[in-house]
């Protein structure tokens, strides 16, 4: 069955990076694209952008521009969201959600990565 | 960007009776070549990701049961949840995926038994 499994959680500095990964299994990597989307704590969602696996371009939501990298590595099925520059607003919880491949709704998500940011 | 808007935030309704939640979106979901709302929703529960309950504003996921219908149409939509059960309880987002980037999300909307 489908299935994505994130990395665990992260505490950061302010100023510092975190890359998170998000290996994907039971469907072809290179079919769907992968979207990254974050919850603050009480908070809703918010998404961040997506990557193509196949070729992996990119688009990003304009808040996170300049901010954010996603990349993947195809041989182990696996993506990864790299956000630097971190702030205190960016503690959330990071997920990684596979869309469909007719349209850009998810139908798989992984379990989510905790990103703490503290001094 | 295309702003979604819920209404309730938050809804208290009784064991067995319906909740409906409404979403609104600035703009027409509504595509002229497909004739299809790209309009979803979801479900989350505490401590989990979210889970898709239906795409297309009406096609339910499979899996999911047919208590929960997705209506709608445009710039208006709607989640009915009928002969609500305890487990119903949970946050419920839709989203549109029509232009992008960026995808974006209702506010939520949180749903309890009274």
């Known amino acids: 069955q489908v299935q994505l499994v994130q990395s665990g959680a992260e505490v950061k500095k302010p100023g510092a990076s975190v890359k998170v990964s998000c290996k994907a299994s039971?469907?072809?990597?290179?079919?769907?694209?992968i979207h990254w989307v974050r919850q603050a704590p009480g908070q809703g969602l918010e998404w961040m952008g997506r990557i193509n696996p196949n070729s992996g371009a990119t688009n990003y939501a304009q808040k996170f521009q300049g901010r954010v990298t996603m990349t993947r590595d195809t041989s182990i099925s696996t993506a990864y969201m790299e956000l630097s520059r971190l702030t205190f607003d960016d503690t959330a919880v990071y997920y990684c959600?596979?869309?469909?491949?007719?349209?850009?709704?998810?139908?798989?998500w992984g379990q989510g990565t905790l990103v703490t940011v503290s001094s | 960007d295309i702003v979604m808007t819920q209404s309730p935030d938050s809804l208290a309704v009784s064991l067995g009776e319906r909740a409906t939640i409404y979403c609104k979106s600035s703009?027409?979901?509504?595509?002229?070549?497909?004739?299809?709302?790209?309009l979803a929703w979801y479900q989350q529960k505490p401590g989990q990701p979210p889970k898709l309950l239906t795409y297309w504003a009406s096609t339910r996921e499979s899996g999911v049961p047919d208590r929960f219908s997705g209506g709608g149409s445009g710039t208006d939509f709607t989640l009915t949840i009928s002969n609500l059960q305890a487990e119903d309880v949970a946050v419920y987002y839709c989203q549109q995926y029509y232009s992008i980037p960026p995808i974006t999300f209702g506010q939520g909307t949180r749903l309890e038994i009274k």
């Open positions: 039971g469907y072809t990597f290179t079919g769907h694209y």
């Open positions: 959600a596979r869309d469909r491949g007719d349209a850009d709704y998810w139908d798989s």
């Open positions: 703009q027409s979901l509504l595509s002229s070549s497909s004739n299809k709302n790209s």
